[in-house]
């Protein structure tokens, strides 16, 4: 139906859903007006819908028809995806784009009498306000907005992904969003087009069916837009996009070559016969040069330099036999593993079962791991590069061999040792980047978070990196190092100063990634999985730039985020005094490597770190049992987190004080969550 312009609505003889109410969840209705919502949510579409929806609607606007990838997906990766919707008036959907960049279909099917859906609709192009404008319920930013009267240069908030968040249109006036109001009736079909933010609110009883397609287009936006951001809140991917794209590519190698092999590309006409190619050959051409160019951009984070000053090579990675290609998941992110990715064997599942840790490139460069940072390994499924780079190639030689006239050009050789590397601003491919990074753990152990420059020997930690200057481990790592540093060894060739930078002309500048103020509201919490530890970036959640230390930085300073956080504190430090002895020490362990003396971090060497190790748990153990008798003693611990700090009258101070300024150590020990865990386990009982 026509769409009437958001000034005018109240002209026509359907008003628009009270104001009051519109930019609140169902949930929140109901306590507000003492009234029941009903809503049915993703309901499995009856048979009978879609015999009739095949019946009125063409072949290209159905789900798993010509126009849709998911048909070339087998049966059982195939997301459910054609839905059913029930509700009542007040009921509806938040704000929120169809997953991985989808288009979107929505027909309403049965209405009440005077029954129909509000739909607000913002182009993806005023995404930035909206991140602006939306903000969680319990944030302090939310709160002093109630007034509608927004400053736009705030912080930003990722709580428009969350699919929890509720608009009204005097809201989006007041923020200059243009929206696009439908009011949507019985027969009418509303297409919604990628990334789309779109809301609904139904007025009286009415059903809808719902469904997304894939395509060429939508697969470029979903690689380019979504992906990064469902991999920064921990959103599960659910479609397969890389999937989507490697068994395309694969079905429709299988279709054409056989035509390749008994025409030899002599006849054209027989192949538009074939039904892929019914919208005729130039419409297939540019399919064909986006999904190419697409599958170009997923090799090439994959492909490994060697560098041999530094062991790196694709042998390294090995494959592993028990994974499967197309079912692998990052266990921070959530987000699909397409071929290589980092694995623990140490990790304990929830219920104390050894199912091991699965983390993927993108969460590994920006340092998120589980606590067995130096241990993890990478490895890939049983697909292999070469078979991808394989299939590339062969898919543009059989296409140049039915078309004459289309040049493909390929960007990849057979052989991967005769590759030239393409560096994206001048940084190593990710898995190349991720390697350094692996091996760097592994030769520093807890010294991983600590660099020296190998031009002044200057001293600095991942968290100054990116506190002071917005470094990440990617951007450090992804640097080509200064020749003048080849002959360094033990990862002294990784890092160099500002300073040395601007003096020296080997040393390239390191890739600086902006920082934002932005309130992190991600899908699925990091901090649900107790195993998660994340990057700088990441809140409410162990950090690995402190590793060792347990320690967590907060999302906000909202009674919501707080409670998240002592939660957090509450799952690992559990009962038992040995595991909480444990608790201790890693907090121990890891503000005594905080107080490193600067000398100390300059000499050391793969053979002194066992030496320094064990100086460090030593001291940790010492201090852990006086810690936990000296809570024993106390008596009221609803004081607060209590704060312990050095004692010269302790003696096991004096070894560890050549190695640690130990005036400045300084342990903080969250004591009222640990008493308060005890009352509520004592409680259950």
Excluded at 39 to 68: F, N, Q
Excluded at 590 to 599: C, H, Q
Aim: charged share 25%.
């Amino acid at each position: 139906m026509a769409t009437p312009p958001a000034d005018d609505i109240k002209d026509t003889k359907h008003e628009l859903i009270d104001e009051e109410t519109s930019n609140l969840s169902a949930a929140e209705i109901k306590r507000k007006t003492n009234t029941s919502l009903l809503y049915g949510k993703d309901i499995s579409c009856p048979t009978e819908y879609k015999d009739v929806l095949e019946t009125i609607l063409p072949e290209y606007l159905l789900s798993l028809g010509s126009c849709d990838l998911f048909n070339c997906l087998p049966e059982d990766m195939q997301a459910e995806n054609l839905m059913c919707y029930l509700g009542s008036s007040g009921t509806g959907t938040a704000i929120h784009r169809d997953l991985c960049g989808t288009f979107g279909h929505n027909l309403m099917t049965y209405g009440d009498d005077g029954a129909y859906s509000e739909w607000l609709i913002v182009e993806d192009r005023f995404r930035d306000q909206l991140t602006k404008v939306l903000h969680s319920p319990d944030s302090k930013r939310s709160k002093d907005n109630d007034d509608h009267s927004y400053n736009m240069t705030d912080q930003t908030s990722s709580f428009v992904e969350s699919d929890q968040a509720w608009v009204n249109l005097k809201t989006l006036r007041n923020a200059n969003i243009k929206t696009h109001v439908i009011l949507q009736k019985p027969g009418d079909l509303v297409l919604i087009p990628s990334l789309c933010y779109h809301q609904v609110r139904n007025h009286g009883i009415s059903m809808k069916v719902a469904w997304n397609r894939v395509t060429p287009q939508t697969l470029e936006l979903a690689l380019k837009f979504q992906l990064p951001i469902y991999q920064t809140i921990a959103r599960p991917e659910t479609y397969r996009c890389k999937s989507i794209i490697h068994l395309t590519l694969e079905r429709w190698l299988d279709i054409i070559k056989p035509f390749s092999q008994k025409r030899g590309g002599s006849d054209v006409q027989d192949f538009f016969s074939i039904p892929l190619f019914e919208r005729g050959i130039d419409v297939f051409v540019m399919e064909c040069r986006i999904m190419l160019h697409l599958y170009s951009e997923m090799i090439r984070p994959e492909i490994i330099e060697p560098i041999p000053s530094e062991d790196i090579r694709e042998s390294i990675c090995k494959p592993t036999k028990d994974v499967k290609p197309h079912t692998l998941k990052c266990d921070f992110c959530h987000c699909d593993i397409f071929l290589r990715f980092y694995h623990c064997d140490n990790c304990l599942d929830k219920e104390g079962k050894c199912e091991g840790y699965d983390i993927c490139l993108e969460c590994y460069s920006q340092g998120r791991t589980c606590q067995h940072m130096d241990e993890l390994v990478m490895q890939r499924t049983s697909l292999s590069l070469e078979n991808c780079i394989t299939l590339y190639n062969s898919f543009i030689k059989t296409i140049n061999s039915i078309l004459k006239d289309t040049s493909l050009t390929p960007l990849f050789y057979s052989n991967l040792e005769q590759k030239i590397f393409y560096r994206e601003n001048n940084q190593y491919s990710l898995a190349t980047t991720c390697l350094r990074i692996q091996n760097y753990r592994k030769k520093k152990g807890i010294l991983a978070n600590h660099f020296v420059c190998g031009h002044c020997s200057s001293v600095t930690t991942t968290s100054e990196l990116y506190g002071s200057k917005g470094i990440e481990l990617r951007g450090l790592f992804g640097r080509e190092p200064c020749y003048k540093l080849e002959y360094k060894q033990n990862g002294e060739n990784i890092y160099t100063c500002d300073e040395c930078v601007k003096h020296c002309h080997g040393c390239r500048p390191v890739s600086v990634k902006p920082k934002k103020a932005q309130e992190m509201v991600y899908y699925i919490p990091p901090f649900y999985d107790p195993r998660n530890w994340g990057g700088v970036t990441d809140k409410g959640v162990y950090q690995s730039c402190y590793w060792p230390s347990r320690e967590i930085s907060t999302i906000s300073e909202t009674k919501r985020d707080a409670t998240e956080q002592i939660h957090r504190c509450l799952d690992l430090a559990l009962l038992d005094d040995e595991c909480l002895q444990e608790e201790f020490k890693g907090r121990i362990v890891g503000s005594l490597l905080k107080n490193m003396r600067p000398k100390t971090v300059k000499r050391i060497q793969n053979d002194d770190i066992d030496e320094l190790i064990q100086v460090a748990t030593s001291s940790a153990s010492s201090w852990a049992t006086f810690i936990q008798t000296n809570i024993n003693k106390r008596k009221n611990f609803e004081d607060g987190p209590d704060k312990f700090t050095s004692n010269k009258k302790q003696k096991f101070w004096d070894q560890a004080d050549e190695l640690f300024d130990m005036k400045k150590v300084t342990i903080h020990i969250p004591i009222y969550s640990v008493h308060r865990q005890k009352k509520i386990a004592k409680k259950q009982v």
